[in-house]
């Protein structure tokens, strides 16, 4: 879907850059006027109208040039997150069990959930004959689980496949980890203090609007995020959505989508905004 949604925007005369840090986020005053970006050490300034950003919050505060006030900082600082690493699996069966994914609770092993992606889609099987697994591993960012080596957990996904069960004599072809950090917005004890500062502090940019789980520091399913974003879209086109609306404590996307739409319409005589870079 990703694919398509890429080569669409290419089409309509837009860039997709993949493996692109943000270095800078230039403001002046409560305004974006740039983002300072670096692939294979070379920077990019893009400058732009409109800004979307579905980066975690703590990494949007903390690249603001020049820094917010240092209680929206320290705010930012107090956000906690935990983070996931994938373990996908090829093996030699085209069928191992009919689920989906699978929740583990066993305490036995350190996997928490399976997905058999041929299962979802043909189309996420290397090759006809084979299953592709993935084994999930929630964790924090820098603890063992996290820095074990590549090898060390293909070989332990591979063992707590056949300790569940769950690979039916197959064996494994291929290996590949996957590791993406602050996964996982964490709701402590304190966390809506905290949001609550960087929230209004956020609302009060002109042209500057964060979508999706990270965006917000929501636990949004993926529905509730793609939702996010384009509400966002149809913000630049001259409608007016609150997006902090949009969460799973609240409302499903169907009647989120319902109600915005008979609340909210485009005034006729706006004129159509300038494309806005996306911050991810």
């Not at 890429?6 to 692109?20: C, D, H, Y």
């Not at 999930?136 to 080596?149: I, K, S, V």
Request: hydrophobic share 40%; aromatic share 8%; proline share 5%.
């Amino acid at each position: 879907m990703w694919e398509c949604f890429g080569a669409a925007i290419e089409r309509g005369g837009g860039q997709v850059r993949l493996n692109t840090e943000v270095l800078q986020i230039k403001r002046d005053g409560m305004r974006v006027r740039s983002v300072i970006t670096q692939n294979a050490g070379q920077r990019i300034e893009v400058e732009g109208a409109r800004f979307i950003s579905s980066m975690a919050l703590v990494d949007l505060i903390n690249r603001l040039d020049p820094p917010p006030p240092r209680e929206v900082l320290a705010a930012a600082a107090k956000l906690n997150y935990r983070s996931f690493l994938i373990v996908g699996l090829v093996l030699d069966r085209a069928n191992l069990f009919p689920d989906n994914w699978v929740y583990v609770h066993s305490a036995e092993v350190k996997v928490g959930r399976i997905q058999n992606f041929g299962n979802w889609s043909a189309a996420m099987v290397p090759q006809p004959g084979k299953t592709s697994i993935g084994m999930e591993y929630f964790c924090n960012e820098g603890d063992a689980l996290w820095t074990l080596p590549d090898d060390q957990l293909i070989r332990l996904a591979t063992e707590e496949l056949a300790a569940l069960r769950l690979a039916g004599g197959a064996g494994v072809e291929d290996g590949v980890v996957i590791r993406q950090p602050r996964a996982y917005p964490v709701y402590d004890g304190e966390y809506r203090t905290q949001l609550g500062v960087i929230q209004d502090y956020i609302k009060r940019f002109e042209n500057l609007q964060t979508i999706g789980r990270n965006g917000m520091h929501r636990y949004n399913n993926q529905d509730h995020s793609m939702l996010t974003g384009i509400l966002a879209v149809k913000n630049l086109m001259g409608e007016s959505h609150d997006l902090w609306n949009v969460n799973t404590e609240r409302s499903y996307y169907e009647e989120f989508a319902a109600t915005a739409s008979k609340r909210s319409k485009p005034p006729e005589t706006e004129a159509a905004p300038d494309v806005a870079p996306h911050v991810a």
